[in-house]
Every structure is written in C-alpha cells, then in structure tokens.
C-alpha cells in the first residue's frame, strides 16, 4: 500500500510560480506512471502531465511549456513546477501513481491540494 500526500499549493498571483510535491509513504522505484490531475470547481477532473518510469512524460496542451514533472527517487517524491500560473489554472491539484501487477493497475491518490490563482 502506498500512501501520498501532496503539499505546495496557495494563493499565487497570474504570472507567479509554485512547486507542489507528493510524498509517498513508501518507495515510488515500483511506480510504472506517476501522474498530476486538477478537478476546477463544476469541472471533470482531468489529467494535467504523465510521467513514467521510462522517463517518458505527456502534458495537456493547455500547461505544456509552463508546468514540468520530475521525481526524486531517494525522497520518495514526485514534484509539479508550475511557471507562469493563470487563473484557469486554478483547481484542486491530485498526485495519481499507478502500479501495473502484470494482471491489473492499481491506482493511489493523494488528498489533493489547492491551487488558487488570482490578482
């Protein structure tokens, strides 16, 4: 079982920056994807970037060039740079992991943090 909790998220200005991160209880080396979803309020949740443990990643076109996802193994953690933030992204920001058994996928999520964008 793994547990993540997710930290960074705030109030922040348009055009600012923020750094979420998502620490994982245990070792995340067994982790095949690791992925960040947002949900806005009145909207679906929807994935915002992949990464997996090739070092393959994707991002939605709407934060591709702003948002970068990383990972640090030896802390077990997995980050969200987010650049020149806009109001639309703001949303409650989720850190998904999925581990695949060689029978199914099973997915961990974290408690979700908010991000607010506003002037």
């Known amino acids: 079982q793994v547990q993540l909790v997710e930290s960074g998220g705030g109030l922040v200005q348009p055009g600012g920056s923020l750094r979420l991160s998502c620490a994982a209880s245990g070792s995340i080396r067994s982790i095949d994807v690791m992925c960040w979803y947002r949900q806005a309020p009145g909207k679906q949740r929807e994935v915002v970037t992949t990464l997996t443990s090739a070092g393959s990643t994707y991002y939605a076109e709407a934060v591709k060039g702003r948002f970068t996802i990383s990972r640090d193994n030896a802390k077990n953690t997995v980050y969200l740079q987010m650049n020149s933030l806009k109001p639309e992204d703001t949303a409650v920001y989720y850190c998904?992991?999925?581990?695949?058994?060689?029978?199914?996928?099973?997915?961990?999520w974290g408690q979700g943090t908010q991000v607010t964008v506003s002037s």
């Open positions: 998904n992991f999925r581990r695949y058994t060689g029978i199914r996928w099973t997915d961990y």
